[in-house]
């Protein structure tokens, strides 16, 4: 308890040093300077006999001249060397399990070289929560590629640690990327908390996001290079995002390049899921399936951007309508869009007479089951697309839905 009450504080003074741009996440070293900042202001306030806070902002503006470099290191040494007279052997273990504990619990400082500190990947609970949909997805239009069945417990709970905390990490990550993608929408600051991160996390976001999953990974003997490839993908994909999202709400040119890019990158979770199922069963890859699945992939995604092509007009999220409608207008947008959906569905066709029979029928039936239950999932019906009325205004259409 104690430690969230100080974990709460923390977020308190970042977020009020962020509003007033005390704080920036630009350089490199911005973790560590943002938590320098925020336990200078906490320690500041805090009572200290009949000092006010302007007496003690007279105390710091008349003595930090006086100190130096060679004076602090110093005094570093001189406490170092007292530590290490005074700490039993038999506590140091303990404490540096204390320090690894800390660095769980709080997630800060995340690729700085701070003695006995890791940075652990963790998950919250809302973010299980949003990722069980994925997963049941998964499960039902996966799993039969591997020959298991989704109506055995067996099947499921058998992977499910591994491919829930896989999903539901990755979750929390995407779910930053898109509130950082808003703020060039809304210009309002991130919640960090509410995803189960505090506000340092973004700079984890912004160096290597996947890392502490990835190292989680490799200690399971699970991190292929392929599951590395696609943790690149997700990197690169997050950040097509912000950079197409950013360039759109400024009214900025786009490159249909990197929209096709994008939207081919974005169901990266899902291959990640895939090659982590095949490692688990201890089974060779399926290049055919994953090339089918690559293209089902896409086709899904289409699908699922026109659904939400409303919501992310709001949120300013990465949407191919979106993007189409910024590259090539609102009148020749769909069909553009459209042209790509044509294209994507023949290869489809064309590599599902490759697969077998049974598999092919039961993946046909998965999709109808999929369409009919609506909503984010990985059904679509080929050649029964239902494209929304664009939005040639996107910024009146937000001042309207406010």
């Excluded at 470099?69 to 040494?77: C, K, N």
């Excluded at 599902?352 to 239950?373: F, G, V």
């Excluded at 984010?376 to 050649?383: Q, R």
């Excluded at 664009?390 to 309207?400: G, K, L, M």
Aim: hydrophobic share 35%.
């Amino acid at each position: 308890m104690e430690e969230l009450k100080r974990l709460e504080k923390f977020q308190t003074v970042v977020s009020s040093i962020t509003c007033h741009g005390l704080l920036s996440s630009s350089s490199s070293d911005s973790a560590s300077s943002s938590r320098f900042l925020c336990n200078l202001v906490l320690f500041l306030v805090q009572p200290c006999g009949e000092l006010d806070l302007d007496s003690k902002l007279g105390l710091l503006s008349e003595f930090l001249p006086k100190i130096s470099g060679p004076f602090l290191e110093e005094i570093s040494r001189s406490l170092e060397l007292d530590d290490e007279a005074t700490t039993p052997l038999n506590t140091i273990s303990e404490c540096q399990n204390s320090c690894v504990k800390r660095s769980v619990m709080d997630n800060v400082d995340p690729y700085m070289s701070q003695k006995h500190q890791e940075v652990v990947a963790m998950v919250g609970l809302d973010a299980m929560k949003r990722a069980n949909s994925t997963l049941e997805d998964f499960s039902r239009s996966y799993f039969m590629f591997h020959r298991l069945d989704i109506n055995e417990p067996q099947s499921i709970f058998r992977y499910l640690p591994v491919l829930s905390f896989t999903e539901s990490y990755i979750y929390q990550m995407d779910a930053l990327n898109e509130k950082i993608v808003s703020e060039s929408a809304c210009g309002s600051q991130v919640i960090y908390s509410s995803h189960g991160w505090n506000a340092e996390s973004r700079v984890l976001f912004e160096t290597n996001p996947l890392k502490p999953l990835g190292d989680l990974l490799e200690r399971e003997a699970l991190l292929t290079n392929r599951v590395q490839q696609e943790f690149n993908s997700g990197e690169e994909y997050w950040a097509l995002e912000r950079k197409l999202c950013h360039a759109l709400s400024n009214k900025n040119k786009i490159c249909l390049e990197d929209v096709m890019r994008a939207i081919h990158l974005k169901s990266f979770d899902y291959r990640v899921l895939n090659l982590l199922l095949y490692k688990l069963r201890g089974e060779e890859v399926n290049e055919l399936h994953m090339d089918f699945l690559s293209i089902s992939e896409f086709l899904v995604e289409v699908a699922d951007d026109l659904f939400d092509y409303e919501d992310d007009v709001l949120e300013n999220n990465f949407n191919v309508l979106r993007m189409f409608v910024g590259i090539f207008g609102s009148s020749n947008a769909p069909t553009e869009l459209a042209k790509r959906i044509s294209e994507a569905e023949e290869k489809y066709e064309e590599i599902m007479k490759s697969l077998d029979p049974h598999l092919s029928s039961n993946y046909q039936r998965r999709c109808e089951e999929a369409t009919k239950e609506g909503g984010k999932i990985s059904g679509h019906s080929l050649g029964t697309w239902n494209i929304p009325a664009v939005i040639s205004d996107e910024e009146a259409y937000r001042s309207a839905q406010r």
